[in-house]
């Protein structure tokens, strides 16, 4: 390890010995691992080699057609092949890539493609009727289809299989460079573009690799989505880092997530609490040979005790590993290290070797052990800043800290632990009410399937307690049997004052998280 001077004036702890730039990183997977599985789906299987025949032919055809170093390309794809594909013909061509989620609508795609002035957008078929119009974004000149020619797209299966001998270079991309625009699912105003670089992400996939012991031997499983930093910068290029195989999951259900995890004899994956619950709940893992299956990390939401004990019993070789982070860290920050989750549930792990971490107080004051404050994290994986919105880089971004917005704490031990978001705490008559505590407490009541706290708006008081409860499958439940659940947990301000019971899923983003501001808006 060794400090080093990035983005002008931000001095960072990094690992010295790093790929400079993710092609780079790219072909070295290629030339270890040449006859090897790069990329394996429901549908075939990409070897290495096979794969960066692919991305130069894409690459070159992009080229050709005026992609080049710093322009930004979307990329509306899914978990399938061609993702991987698209993104390293990109970062061939020193490309800016923005992956975008799938479920993403016509006035969404609109903002992204013309905030970040994409000049080229790679998408699904499928995804044809929700694309603006062409006269809506005047500086997206080049469209290619995925699934054949559409509206004038070019098709991609066309570009890939039929263009000619390769003959532009790879572009030798500075590690300060951006390589990635990837778009905040905040719960308040339009999505910021978190700017990733190729630093960065080396720095990140070489950190995990490490704090994972992931090898050429592991195979990763997407099952969230590719776009997603999750799903990119914690099991995509990890693979490519350590020179293992990529195992994508074009949509998640129970069987299908467990019937690839079986044919791949994957060994690695990284997946929101609410998928391991759905295993126990809807299977008999003992049906599934999941012995290849060593580390399963998980984030986004606490994991009830008794799911990491079910899990336990019935997966001996699964490592659980809980880690924290975000798109602004360009993924984890803190992990719980390998085979340490006994008694330590509660916390997100201990901060990983590049990171600083700061807890602080409003004043912006270094807080003690144990004591509840902001979280300001400098590590070399935080994010240059927001694209194009130099006030809100200004507002985040402080003295090479980004300010998480996350309340928590660290112990003395150096495990930290997850508190509540500041816009989350609800502030009832001068107590704080951290939602996360909780819905902590809920969680442990049988009727409970899945719960968000959020504040109600409350003339006297400022704001209250409200619970947004799905039962469990064939559970009935009523407030007064939840405040009987919380009373001898909690503090009495704490109680939930109001319930609203709900059918349907509680509303997530693609991380897993609930979206807070949708049930607020229920409350008016």
């Known amino acids: 390890m060794r400090?080093?001077?990035?983005?002008?004036?931000?001095?960072?702890?990094?690992?010295?010995?790093?790929?400079?730039?993710?092609?780079?990183m790219f072909e070295a997977a290629v030339a270890a691992r040449a006859g090897e599985d790069a990329v394996i789906t429901p549908h075939g299987r990409l070897s290495y080699d096979v794969?960066?025949?692919?991305?130069?032919?894409?690459?070159?055809?992009?080229?050709?057609?005026?992609?080049?170093?710093?322009?930004?390309?979307?990329?509306?794809?899914?978990?399938?092949?061609?993702?991987?594909?698209?993104?390293?013909?990109?970062?061939?061509?020193?490309?800016?890539?923005?992956?975008?989620?799938?479920?993403?609508?016509?006035?969404?795609?609109?903002?992204?493609?013309?905030?970040?002035?994409?000049?080229?957008?790679?998408?699904?078929?499928?995804?044809?009727?929700?694309?603006?119009?062409?006269?809506?974004?005047?500086?997206?000149?080049?469209?290619?289809?995925?699934?054949?020619?559409r509206d004038g797209a070019l098709a991609y299966q066309e570009l890939v299989e039929g263009a000619p001998p390769l003959s532009l270079p790879p572009h030798e991309a500075d590690g300060d460079d951006v390589a990635v625009l990837l778009y905040t699912s905040g719960t308040t105003?339009?999505?910021?573009?978190?700017?990733?670089?190729?630093?960065?992400?080396?720095?990140q996939t070489r950190q995990i690799v490490s704090c994972l012991g992931l090898t050429a031997a592991d195979r990763g499983l997407i099952a969230v989505p590719a776009s997603h930093v999750t799903g990119l910068v914690a099991v995509m290029l990890p693979m490519f880092e350590a020179g293992g195989g990529v195992v994508l999951l074009p949509e998640f259900s129970t069987e299908g997530f467990l019937a690839l995890a079986v044919e791949a004899r994957v060994t690695y994956t990284f997946i929101v609490p609410a998928m391991y619950n759905l295993f126990l709940l809807q299977t008999d893992l003992r049906d599934y040979d999941l012995s290849n299956w060593r580390v399963g990390g998980f984030g986004g939401a606490p994991m009830p005790v008794a799911t990491i004990?079910?899990?336990?019993?019935?997966?001996?070789?699964?490592?659980?590993?809980?880690?924290?982070?975000?798109?602004?860290?360009?993924?984890?920050?803190?992990?719980?290290?390998?085979?340490?989750?006994?008694?330590?549930?509660?916390?997100?792990?201990?901060?990983?070797?590049?990171?600083?971490?700061?807890?602080?107080?409003?004043?912006?004051?270094?807080?003690?052990?144990?004591?509840?404050?902001?979280?300001?994290?400098?590590?070399?994986t935080t994010v240059r800043g927001y694209w194009d919105n130099p006030s809100a880089t200004s507002e985040n971004f402080v003295g090479g800290y980004w300010r998480s917005g996350d309340i928590g704490t660290i112990s003395p031990e150096g495990y930290v632990f997850l508190h509540d978001r500041l816009k989350d705490m609800i502030n009832r008559g001068g107590y704080k009410v951290f939602s996360a505590e909780v819905e902590n407490v809920l969680m442990g009541h049988a009727g409970v399937g899945e719960v968000a706290i959020v504040a109600q708006p409350d003339s006297v008081l400022g704001e209250r307690v409200h619970a947004f409860v799905?039962?469990?499958?064939?559970?009935?439940?009523?407030?007064?049997?939840?405040?009987?659940?919380?009373?001898p947990l909690l503090s009495d301000y704490k109680l939930p004052e109001a319930l609203t019971l709900v059918e349907e899923s509680l509303p997530r983003n693609a991380n897993g998280k609930v979206k807070k501001d949708e049930l607020r808006e229920k409350l008016g």
Not at 6 to 15: K, P, Q
Not at 61 to 71: E, F, I, Q, T, Y
Not at 189 to 203: S, V, Y
Not at 340 to 367: F, H
């Open 3 to 24: 400090d080093e001077m990035h983005f002008g004036d931000r001095v960072v702890r990094c690992f010295a010995e790093r790929h400079e730039n993710l092609w780079q």
């Open 309 to 380: 004990e079910a899990l336990a019993r019935l997966v001996p070789s699964l490592g659980l590993v809980n880690g924290y982070g975000a798109t602004e860290t360009t993924s984890t920050v803190t992990v719980i290290p390998l085979g340490d989750i006994a008694g330590n549930e509660a916390s997100v792990g201990r901060v990983m070797p590049t990171v600083d971490l700061v807890v602080m107080d409003e004043a912006g004051q270094a807080l003690p052990p144990g004591t509840p404050g902001e979280l300001w994290w400098r590590t070399p």
């Open 189 to 203: 105003g339009r999505p910021k573009a978190a700017e990733l670089t190729h630093f960065g992400i080396a720095q």
């Open 51 to 149: 794969l960066r025949s692919q991305v130069e032919r894409l690459a070159d055809a992009l080229g050709s057609r005026g992609v080049g170093p710093g322009d930004r390309v979307a990329m509306l794809i899914g978990n399938r092949a061609e993702f991987v594909v698209t993104f390293f013909a990109l970062v061939r061509l020193g490309a800016i890539a923005v992956p975008l989620g799938m479920r993403l609508r016509e006035p969404e795609l609109e903002f992204i493609l013309n905030q970040c002035g994409a000049m080229g957008l790679v998408f699904e078929a499928g995804k044809a009727g929700d694309l603006p119009a062409p006269e809506t974004i005047p500086a997206l000149t080049l469209r290619v289809g995925l699934d054949g020619e």
């Open 470 to 487: 799905k039962p469990a499958p064939g559970a009935g439940i009523d407030l007064e049997a939840l405040r009987t659940h919380c009373a």
